[in-house]
């Protein structure tokens, strides 16, 4: 069993809210969008991290990280990327990957909106955390966690702050 948390576009936040919302998760997964390197060295430091680069991350996060990444946690398997769109409205790359690899998780971030949607065409959950950082058009900060235990996905859980509100938690 492992719980996971789920967030996207900290465009270099990664602040007090957002650590007590992840204390308790084994794995952060990170749609993009990171804000730097040194971000991303300061997550996985706080906690086992798997992450995709977003189209505002640097040549060096390019460098470390791929726009597409594909891995299995338990027996559910994973697609994340960036700019992924959602169920009906994927982008090209993304219903190339998800026609052949045949996830049942799909993250993408980018749009800053959070959005959990089952797609009965290609029988997967898809998963937008929506924006965790501190800057952007978004006004609510949002971040995800839940637990996969075998094939079960289960006890989904949503982070909510005010943007300009970086230390409070719920």
């Not at 640097?58 to 697609?79: A, I």
């Not at 994927?90 to 959990?116: E, M, T």
């Amino acid at each position: 069993m492992k719980r996971i948390g789920v967030i996207s576009d900290t465009h270099g936040c990664f602040d007090e809210a957002l650590r007590l919302f992840l204390k308790d998760v084994d794995e952060i997964w990170h749609a993009g969008d990171i804000g730097s390197l040194e971000l991303a060295d300061e997550i996985a430091a706080f906690k086992p991290l798997k992450a995709v680069y977003g189209n505002i991350d640097g040549g060096l996060t390019r460098r470390v990280y791929n726009d597409f990444l594909c891995f299995k946690c338990e027996e559910v398997s994973v697609l994340m990327t960036h700019i992924g769109g959602y169920p009906r409205h994927y982008s090209p790359a993304a219903v190339q990957r998800i026609q052949s690899l045949r996830p049942k998780i799909f993250i993408a971030g980018h749009s800053h909106i959070l959005k959990v949607i089952y797609d009965p065409v290609y029988d997967l959950l898809h998963i937008n955390p929506g924006a965790a950082g501190c800057y952007g058009f978004h006004t609510v900060r949002t971040a995800i966690r839940f637990t996969i235990d075998g094939e079960k996905i289960s006890d989904m859980e949503i982070g909510q702050w005010e943007r300009n509100k970086r230390v409070e938690h719920k």
